[in-house]
């Protein structure tokens, strides 16, 4: 079964920017479109961004121009790069497939705040 494992979360002020990472302990990057998710306190669980195995990304209107998602497969690592966040960006962030193949891992949690 393959672990879905992020990090890079934190406190940052409202206009700051932080970087996630996302490993699995198998190499399904290259294989699966991703998808970054959060899910604020109180809220369903959203999908944020996605990239597919052939380099397209799209993201949700919320966060589009503000992040980026990528991949590194030679490090198989997925990333979200989050710039001028919102407070409304606070929540606990996760990766996994555009299909939510996999369970999801425990995530990483941003808090945005002043």
Known sequence: QVQLVES????????GSLRLSCS???SIFRIFDMAWYRQAPG?????VATLTTGGRTNYA????????????NARNKVYLQMNSLKSEDT?????NT???F???????QV???S
Do not use: H, N
């Not at 809220?43 to 999908?47: L, S």
């Not at 929540?91 to 990766?95: G, P, R, S």
């Not at 996999?102 to 990483?108: N, P």
């Open 43 to 47: 809220k369903e669980r959203e999908r």
């Open 8 to 15: 890079g979360g934190g406190l940052v002020q409202p206009g």
């Open 61 to 72: 209107d919320s966060v589009r121009g503000r992040f980026t998602i990528s991949k590194d």
């Open 102 to 108: 996999y369970s999801f891992g425990q995530g990483t």
């Open 111 to 113: 808090i945005v705040s």
């Open 24 to 26: 699995a302990s198998g």
């Open 91 to 95: 929540a606990v962030y996760y990766c």
């Open 98 to 100: 555009l299909t939510k």
